[in-house]
């Protein structure tokens, strides 16, 4: 038997993949998973209050850890930086052991109820990116990377889901036109900001930027961080 909430929420969380292909991550699939583990219903409950919910997120966070365990084993070094990231977002995709999990995930955390836990579960993911990639910004970029990467990687989870070729090229192709998007939006904006032209007019948005910055826990768990001058 489990010993530590951890323990138990991960024997749960092994009981219900069984179920989540044909029940989703529901109230059914979850008293499976008691059922099957024969772990307590009130220890169960105890450690995920909200049941399927806190099994679903628990399932995502073990994807993280996968691919953070991926990306420091791998060599990354010789690779262009979007290529890095290109290359972390692939190993989450991969991290994932069933299509079908994933889809009724987000079909899950698509609920009203539930889509603030999504929401932070995908920036999460991709502030571990940025983290485990070496990124050190301490002002507004910490939440823009976050911000569109975000993007990037929701938009390739749903094109990844519908993805029957070999390999899953067109997703990683796909990936690759997201992310030479974004390079191309960071190309311009650094044009406007050369702009002697238009240096007067960003004064006073660069000098509101200049105040924001990122939260002093490094998972970013203080958000949203402060908009005061840091001493």
Same mark, same amino acid.
């Given at each position: 038997?489990?010993?530590?909430?951890? &323990?138990?929420?991960?024997?749960?969380?092994?009981?219900?993949? /069984?179920? /989540?292909?044909?029940?989703?991550?529901?109230? $059914?699939?979850?008293?499976?998973? /008691?059922? *099957?583990?024969?772990? *307590?219903?009130?220890?169960?409950?105890?450690?995920?209050?909200?049941? %399927?919910?806190?099994?679903?997120?628990?399932?995502?966070?073990?994807? &993280?850890?996968?691919?953070?365990?991926?990306?420091?084993?791998?060599?990354?070094?010789?690779?262009?930086?979007?290529?890095?990231? $290109?290359?972390? /977002?692939?190993?989450?995709? !991969? %991290? =994932? !052991? *069933?299509?079908?999990?994933?889809?009724?995930?987000?079909?899950?955390?698509?609920?009203?109820?539930? %889509?603030?836990?999504?929401?932070? =579960?995908?920036?999460?993911?991709?502030?571990?990116?940025?983290? %485990?990639?070496?990124?050190?910004?301490?002002?507004?970029?910490?939440?823009?990377?976050?911000?569109?990467?975000?993007?990037?990687?929701?938009?390739?989870?749903?094109?990844?889901?519908?993805?029957?070729?070999?390999?899953?090229? $067109?997703?990683?192709?796909?990936?690759?036109?997201?992310? *030479?998007?974004?390079?191309?939006? !960071?190309?311009?904006? $650094?044009?406007?900001?050369?702009?002697?032209?238009?240096?007067?007019?960003?004064?006073?948005?660069?000098?509101?930027?200049?105040?924001?910055? =990122?939260?002093?826990?490094?998972?970013?768990?203080?958000?949203?961080?402060?908009?005061?001058?840091?001493?």
């Amino acid at each position: 038997m489990p010993h530590t909430p951890d &323990d138990t929420r991960d024997q749960l969380l092994d009981a219900a993949l /069984v179920h /989540v292909p044909f029940d989703g991550w529901s109230a $059914a699939s979850f008293d499976a998973a /008691v059922a *099957d583990t024969g772990i *307590d219903p009130g220890l169960a409950r105890a450690t995920c209050p909200r049941g %399927a919910v806190d099994l679903a997120l628990a399932f995502h966070d073990r994807g &993280d850890s996968v691919m953070q365990e991926r990306i420091a084993g791998a060599d990354l070094d010789d690779m262009r930086f979007r290529d890095r990231i $290109a290359a972390a /977002v692939r190993y989450r995709l !991969e %991290a =994932a !052991e *069933d299509k079908e999990l994933v889809r009724r995930g987000m079909t899950l955390f698509a609920l009203p109820q539930n %889509a603030a836990d999504g929401t932070k =579960a995908i920036w999460n993911t991709c502030g571990l990116i940025w983290q %485990a990639l070496g990124d050190t910004s301490q002002d507004v970029n910490w939440y823009t990377k976050r911000a569109t990467l975000s993007g990037v990687y929701s938009a390739t989870v749903l094109y990844w889901l519908g993805d029957d070729s070999p390999g899953h090229q $067109a997703t990683w192709d796909f990936l690759d036109r997201r992310i *030479d998007n974004v390079m191309q939006i !960071e190309k311009l904006k $650094a044009q406007v900001r050369s702009n002697p032209a238009l240096k007067p007019l960003l004064a006073g948005p660069n000098w509101l930027l200049g105040q924001i910055h =990122a939260p002093k826990d490094p998972g970013g768990n203080d958000l949203p961080g402060s908009v005061r001058p840091r001493n």
